[in-house]
């Protein structure tokens, strides 16, 4: 059973456009980061979301944790290809406890 | 910086060989983790540690196992490769604020 759900798989944009990244589960966790990964390199934390109903920013990435803590989104403005990757969310069940990861969105912007 | 440093990029193995893949952290913390990561599998957790000596299984163990004699230090061993462990892994450490800081990745082909 996959615990954390993200939608969708694969994405492939043009530069400017705008989009978003979904991150879903029926459990309720502690905290839900989101990290990215590029080709040949391992997962770069980008944020960590711990309040129910949270908004964080990024320059263009906005984050937002769900207010019953089973969901999060990513969403990003006006897309360059630098924002090309692979997205990851993971989630904490508990504090201090392993976390689990979300199978990933593949972003490609192209120019 | 802090720094994940995993041995080898890159490794060919043939079934029935032993496999070492080393870790080593700069930092000083408890918690290391080994990951392998597949396409369309996300990251999967095999085993984790929260100290030296100390050792947890993760989701996906079997045909695993771990060493931590030195708290910088995190080993997976292979006792005996075979085809399906070809794949991805990512060895990481977590802060105590929760990031996990990743190597950057083993690709273990096993023929």
């Known amino acids: 059973t996959q615990l954390l759900e993200q939608s969708p798989q694969f994405l492939s944009i043009q530069e400017g456009e705008n989009l978003t990244v979904y991150c879903n589960s029926s459990?309720?966790?502690?905290?839900l980061q989101w990290y990215r990964q590029e080709p040949g390199e391992g997962p770069v934390l980008l944020v960590t979301v711990v309040t129910g109903g949270e908004v964080k920013k990024l320059k263009r990435l906005t984050f937002q944790f769900g207010d019953a803590r089973k969901d999060s989104s990513l969403h990003i403005t006006a897309a360059q290809p630098g924002d090309t990757g692979l997205y990851l969310c993971?989630?904490?069940?508990?504090?201090?406890?392993?976390?689990?990861f979300g199978k990933g969105t593949t972003l490609s912007v192209s120019s | 910086d802090v720094k994940v440093t995993q041995s080898s990029r890159y490794l060919v193995k043939r079934t029935g060989e032993k496999v070492f893949l080393e870790c080593v952290q700069d930092m000083d913390h408890e918690n290391m983790f080994w990951y392998r990561q597949d396409p369309g599998l996300g990251l999967r957790l095999i085993y984790f540690?929260?100290?030296?000596?100390?050792?947890e299984k993760g989701d996906i163990p079997e045909g695993y196992s771990v060493s931590r004699e030195k708290k910088e230090r995190f080993s997976l061993i292979l006792e005996s490769a075979s085809t399906n462990q070809t794949s991805m892994y990512l060895c990481a450490m977590r802060a105590p604020e929760g990031e996990l800081f990743f190597g950057e990745g083993s690709r273990l082909t096993v023929l």
């Open positions: 540690s929260y100290d030296v000596k100390m050792k």
């Open positions: 459990s309720v966790f502690s905290s």
């Open positions: 993971a989630g904490a069940r508990q504090a201090g406890t392993a976390l689990i």
